[in-house]
C-alpha cells in the first residue's frame, strides 16, 4: 500500500467506541495506509470492519484517539473542529451513503450551498452542469421529497465534485441508484476524477464496482483491530 506522490497517508491511526459499561471497542487499528495524488482505490469488507468509521477520520469529521491522517501533506488531527472544517470544505469532497441534503432547498441550492463553504466564491454554472452531467438538468428546482432515493444520490454527487476536491471520498455512491444508471454514476465520478486530478477513495460492497478499480484493498486485513478479533 506504498505510493510516490501522497495525497493520503495515515500512520498509526487506532480509534475506539465507548461501550455502555464504560469498557472500550476497537474499531480500527492501522499502521498504515497511503493513497496517492489522482490514485482511484476501492475499500472493501465486511459489514462492520470500520470502512464509514475510516472516511469520518480522513474527512476530519471525528478524530483519531492516536495517529496521524495526513492530507496533502496536512496532519488534520492537529486542527481545531472548525479548522478540519475548513480544510475538508477546502480540499476534499464526500459522497455520504445517506446523502445529508438539506430538505428544505433545491437540488441546485444544495449543490451551491455546498460550495459556499470553500474559499472559492461559489461557481453556479459548474453546479448547474454538475447536475446536467449526473441527469438532472430538468430538476435543478426539485426540492429532496420532490426527488426519488436515487436523483438524491446524484445531487450528492454533483455537490462532492462541486469544490474540485483533491480527494474524493465515496460511501457507497451506487447504493441507492438502480443497475440501469449505476454504471453511469461510476464512469462520471471516475472521469471527473481523471480529468481535474482527483484522489478517490471509494467504499462499496458491490463487485461489479470494485472489479473495475486497478486497486482494492480489503479493510479487514490490514485493521489490526478486526484481525486481532
Known amino acids: 500500500m506504498v505510493c ?4 493520503l497517508r495515515l500512520t498509526n491511526v487506532q480509534k475506539s467506541f465507548i461501550e455502555p459499561d464504560g469498557s472500550r471497542l476497537p474499531i ?9 495524488a489522482a490514485e482511484q482505490m476501492v475499500l472493501v469488507g465486511r459489514s462492520g470492519c470500520g470502512k464509514t468509521t475510516l472516511l469520518h ?10 495517529g496521524s491522517v495526513e492530507v496533502n501533506g496536512l496532519d488534520i488531527t492537529r486542527l481545531p473542529e472548525a479548522g478540519r472544517d475548513r480544510f475538508r470544505a477546502d480540499n476534499m ?3 455520504f451513503q445517506t446523502f445529508n441534503l438539506l430538505p428544505g432547498f ?8 455546498g460550495m459556499s463553504f470553500a474559499r472559492d466564491r461559489a461557481d453556479v454554472g459548474r453546479a448547474k ?3 446536467e452531467r449526473v441527469g438532472l438538468g430538468h430538476r435543478l428546482t426539485h426540492k429532496p421529497a420532490m426527488l426519488s432515493v436515487g436523483e438524491q444520490q446524484r445531487v450528492a454527487v454533483a455537490r462532492a465534485l462541486a469544490n474540485r476536491p483533491k480527494l474524493l471520498l465515496a460511501d457507497e455512491p451506487t447504493a441507492n441508484v438502480d443497475a ?3 454504471q453511469q454514476m461510476i464512469d462520471l465520478i471516475r472521469q471527473t476524477c481523471r480529468e481535474e486530478q482527483v484522489a478517490l477513495v471509494l467504499v462499496t460492497h458491490a463487485p461489479d464496482v470494485a472489479q473495475q478499480f486497478e486497486r482494492v ?3 479487514d486485513e490490514f485493521n489490526q483491530a478486526m484481525t486481532a478479533a
Open 93 to 95: 469532497g464526500y459522497i
Open 217 to 219: 484493498e480489503r479493510l
Open 129 to 131: 452542469a454538475l447536475l
Open 106 to 113: 433545491s437540488a441546485l441550492e444544495n449543490v451551491v450551498l
Open 28 to 36: 480500527l487499528d492501522i499502521a498504515r495506509f497511503e493513497v496517492a
Open 57 to 66: 477520520l480522513i474527512a476530519g469529521i471525528s478524530r483519531p484517539d492516536s
Open 4 to 7: 510516490a506522490s501522497k495525497m
Open 180 to 182: 440501469r444508471n449505476q
